[in-house]
T-cell receptor
């Protein structure tokens, strides 16, 4: 069964550094999403992406964040200058329509 | 703003017991509701999705119900097994958004052998 994949599984970075989290959505899906989960807290929506543009973003998704679909298979989340509070598990998801979302295994980001 | 609450926060049951997990949401204008399972340090596995026009969905030992007007959903697990131990998350889509899921904090289920 096709799955959403994410790399790396764990990323450690220094505060102020740029990180890129990578996702490969399920191949025939059209909608792509990023969520994050700070340890012990709820899963929070960051951004959705459809037809090569952001369709919705949360208040968390400020100018430090950007998303891109650089080719036909990858979907990336960039954090330009990481802060301590960006430490979280980041989940990518995709869906074929506006219905069920399929989640990847997550990337654990640790900012030191 | 949509808020999702899950009760109880944690539940411990002996193997074989039937159990119910609860989810409530504040804005009843939803498109759908999904139940997920999350194992420690892992991703989210979708269990069931209920469209707003539906009342329930079943998959194996799992049954999810939706009462949109009262803002409630339940996840019923029959004949629980130790392998069912995980955190169960409820998420709703809608309430002003076509795209994002709003999650509850989850119920941590422990099934004891």
């Amino acid at each position: 069964e096709p799955e959403v994949t994410q790399t790396p599984s764990h990323q450690v970075t220094q505060m102020g550094q740029e990180v890129i989290l990578r996702c490969v959505p399920i191949s025939n899906h059209l909608y792509f999403y990023w969520y994050r989960q700070i340890l012990g807290q709820k899963v929070e929506f960051l951004v959705s992406f459809y037809n090569n543009e952001i369709s919705e973003k949360s208040e968390i998704f400020d100018d430090q964040f950007s998303v891109e679909r650089p080719d036909g298979s990858n979907f990336t989340l960039k954090i330009r200058s990481t802060k301590l509070e960006d430490s979280a598990m980041y989940f990518c998801a995709s869906s074929p329509s506006e219905r069920k979302q399929f989640f990847g295994p997550g990337t654990r980001l640790t900012v030191l | 703003k949509q808020e999702v609450t899950q009760i109880p926060a944690a539940l411990s049951v002996p193997e074989g017991e039937n159990l119910v997990l609860n989810c409530s949401f504040t804005d009843s204008a939803i498109y759908n509701l999904q139940w997920f399972r999350q194992d420690p340090g892992k991703g989210l596995t979708s269990l069931l999705l209920i469209q707003s026009s539906q009342r329930e969905q079943t998959s194996g030992r799992l049954n999810a119900s939706l009462d949109k007007s009262s803002g409630r959903s339940t996840l019923y697990i029959a004949a629980s097994q130790p392998g069912d131990s995980a955190t169960y998350l409820c998420a709703v889509k809608g309430g002003g958004s076509n795209y994002k899921l709003t999650f509850g904090k989850g119920t941590l289920l422990t099934v004891n052998p």
